[in-house]
């Protein structure tokens, strides 16, 4: 088996999705800390790419699953060497079906009680894991497992001078800004578009200007046309209107953002800016942001008590609850008030 002292090349296997490749981003910086001079590789997919494509000392090989099969064959022929370390970050199937194409001495997954869909049958190793932890936190175990010391989550994103002066046209700076990410991967985890806009509302009555932003997809751009006409302020539309990099540099300028169980909320917690989480599906203790979790406005474990009459340390870890409505539960002075706790407690002047 090859020592922790004598790692010299490193892949990493995360493909997606957003949020979890930011958690991840902690835990590779952490190690290229260590390991100064490991070559690390990074399998991603392509969207995730877009984002973390210039992380530095890092090589990405693009994972595109549109592909299907010849996908795989596309990775055997470009990750021809042999590995040190791979460490094999996702539980999927199709992230599984690449390991068996990644060559690597010790091949390090997640620990059993955190295994799905194959993943034992591609490792050799198993991180020792909390029984509850954080997507971060399961992202440590890996760093730790090659003597990477304990640490802080920090993050280093370069964002260009270009995105930075782009993300600074879309506000007034003489103004704290409030971006919305209303948006999830599925619709059932968005809140109501008019409860969005009574908080866009309340913030401009605090003195706040109000972004909008999320991707180009049909789902996103109805909600935030609902959203905007349901306000009767002026909110800045950004939905569908910027590359990944630029909303990241959009939500390092923000003073707050508001955001579902969706990738932007982690893009922020990156940049440091204060996230109010709104979650119902699944439990913010393992999905949340990270740094925010104090933040998160929830009624995921008052729905998980009501469907599986357990808590969330008595069922399996991660379990998520079921309903199209269940974002209906969550009240707009509930998020007032965490709107009003996050303004107080960072110190955000506004008119």
């Not at 370390?85 to 079906?97: D, G, T, W, Y």
């Not at 953002?257 to 917690?269: E, N, Q, R, S, Y």
Request: net charge neutral.
């Amino acid at each position: 088996m090859t020592s922790s002292q004598t790692i010299q090349s490193i892949c990493i296997l995360r493909l997606s999705a957003i949020g979890d490749v930011c958690h991840a981003v902690a835990s590779v910086q952490a190690i290229q800390k260590r390991y100064p001079n490991a070559r690390i590789t990074w399998v991603i997919g392509k969207i995730e790419a877009m984002l973390l494509k210039d992380l530095p000392g890092v090589r990405f090989v693009i994972f595109d699953k549109k592909q299907g099969w010849a996908a795989y064959r596309q990775l055997k022929k470009d990750l021809p060497e042999q590995f040190d370390v791979l460490l094999h970050m996702q539980v999927a199937l199709r992230a599984n079906i690449a390991a068996f194409f990644i060559k690597a001495r010790r091949k390090i997954g997640f620990a059993p009680h955190l295994s799905k869909e194959l993943h034992s049958l591609v490792i050799n190793e198993s991180c020792e894991a909390e029984s509850q932890p954080h997507v971060l936190e399961g992202f440590q175990a890996f760093a730790k497992v090659i003597d990477v010391p304990d640490f802080e989550p920090e993050w280093f994103i370069p964002v260009s001078a270009a995105d930075s002066d782009w993300a600074k046209r879309q506000y007034d700076a003489a103004k704290p800004v409030l971006v919305i990410a209303p948006a999830a991967s599925k619709a059932e985890r968005n809140w109501l578009a008019e409860r969005y806009a009574q908080i866009a509302d309340y913030a401009f009555d605090k003195g706040f200007q109000v972004i909008l932003s999320g991707g180009p997809t049909k789902m996103e751009k109805q909600l935030a046309a609902e959203i905007i006409q349901a306000s009767q302020n002026e909110i800045k539309d950004c939905v569908g209107q910027s590359s990944l990099k630029q909303l990241l540099a959009l939500l390092a300028q923000a003073d707050i953002v508001i955001a579902p169980d969706t990738g932007p909320a982690h893009m922020a917690i990156t940049q440091g800016t204060p996230v109010i989480g709104l979650y119902a599906h699944s439990n913010p203790a393992r999905t949340g942001p990270y740094t925010c979790q104090h933040y998160v406005v929830e009624v995921y474990h008052q729905h998980l008590k009501a469907q599986y009459e357990k808590t969330a340390e008595q069922l399996k870890w991660g379990t998520r609850v079921k309903g199209e409505n269940l974002m209906a539960d969550i009240s707009t002075d509930a998020v007032k008030a965490m709107f009003d706790r996050v303004v107080e407690e960072r110190g955000i002047l506004s008119e």
